[in-house]
């Protein structure tokens, strides 16, 4: 294959879609005129081409897409489309997960007084300011003991 094969080869693609220049396109007829590898490459791309064209477009497939209608169910839908074993299964642990948390918020108690703050859980009260003397009487016997040694 000799250079000016190589380089009109390049050419015979944007020929057939009407890419070249007359007068590049004068320079690839003369050279197809005298090269038969280059006159077979030229018939490879039209009968590509003609194939190409020949075939019908396939329409896509409805599983393809993602209608955006179908994105946007809500969770009282997506309930209504299980089946009624599964609802009725959803609903008793999303009731349970209910009470659960009703009986978590109802016995916990946060209150004020002149002291500071006092939360419970339940029975069981902490009283804060308590619990602060005690970490302050803890840290300075043990910076006495630090002292001291």
């Known amino acids: 294959m000799r250079f000016e094969c190589n380089e009109q080869r390049g050419k015979i693609a944007r020929s057939l ?12 007829e003369k050279h197809l005129a005298t090269c038969t590898d280059c006159r077979l490459e030229r ?3 039209v009968q590509t081409l003609h194939l190409m064209r020949s075939v019908d477009d396939e329409p896509v497939p409805r599983h393809f897409l993602v209608h955006a209608e179908e994105r946007t169910s809500s969770p009282w839908q997506l309930l209504r489309q299980m089946k009624p074993r599964w609802q009725a299964v959803t609903a008793a642990v999303a009731g349970l997960f209910l009470l659960i948390g009703i009986a978590a918020i109802s016995r916990l108690q946060i209150r004020s007084n002149s002291a500071g703050w006092t939360m419970s859980f ?15 009487k803890t840290a300075e016997e043990r910076n006495r003991e630090a002292r001291a040694a």
Request: hydrophobic residues 35%; negative net charge.
């Open 43 to 45: 018939e490879s791309y």
């Open 122 to 136: 339940g029975r069981g009260d902490i009283d804060v300011a308590a619990l602060k003397e005690d970490i302050l």
């Open 17 to 28: 879609l009407g890419d070249l220049t007359a007068e590049e396109h004068q320079s690839l």
